[in-house]
């Protein structure tokens, strides 16, 4: 988990460092190497390493940007078993809140178009705090293709919601 952990404090930091235009320009953006298309709202750039997901290392991609007062991103792994896939879901989602401390709301099923069904594909608003210390809301989704697992977030400031609801709509999979 901890090398989860300091995968998710690199996505974070990415997050937070990465520059777009301050107002939202939608545009449809697709993963790198994988057939996951949403629409972003700037222009993310792309990072992967070598990070620890439960037992067992795997690459982790994420493409982020920053729009609106707010970080938007998607990452994704392959961790080569389905059997891995519930657990892989339920730790993406967990150390998104961790790296926060973050208080999480409701986890809501979530149907991706083109995703693997899982009980453990959810959306979830977050409520925590920033590497700066200031507050910090957001939402995580995490959803699956196969043996790929998803995390799309948006963090930032509270009235993002239109905008969120537009972002976490817009994810499909498939080809």
């Not at 959306?123 to 210390?133: E, K, M, S, Y």
């Not at 939402?139 to 977030?153: K, M």
């Amino acid at each position: 988990m901890r090398g989860l952990v300091g995968s998710a404090a690199l996505a974070a930091s990415v997050l937070l460092v990465s520059a777009c235009s301050p107002t939202m320009n939608w545009r449809e953006v697709r993963a790198d190497g994988q057939q996951a298309v949403m629409l972003f709202p700037c222009k993310p750039a792309s990072f992967a390493r070598m990070v620890r997901l439960g037992d067992e290392q795997v690459k982790m991609t994420l493409q982020a940007c920053d729009a609106g007062g707010a970080t938007w991103g998607l990452s994704w792994a392959d961790v080569a078993d389905p059997a891995r896939v519930p657990r892989a879901l339920r730790m993406l989602r967990q150390s998104t809140q961790d790296n926060l401390s973050a208080t999480a709301g409701q986890a809501l099923p979530l149907h991706v178009p083109g995703a693997t069904p899982q009980p453990d594909s959810l959306r979830q608003a977050l409520a925590g705090r920033a590497p700066d210390g200031k507050p910090l809301q957001g939402q995580v989704a995490v959803f699956s293709r196969g043996t790929v697992v998803f995390q799309a977030t948006m963090l930032g400031r509270p009235a993002q919601e239109e905008s969120a609801a537009t972002f976490f709509a817009s994810v499909r999979l498939g080809g």
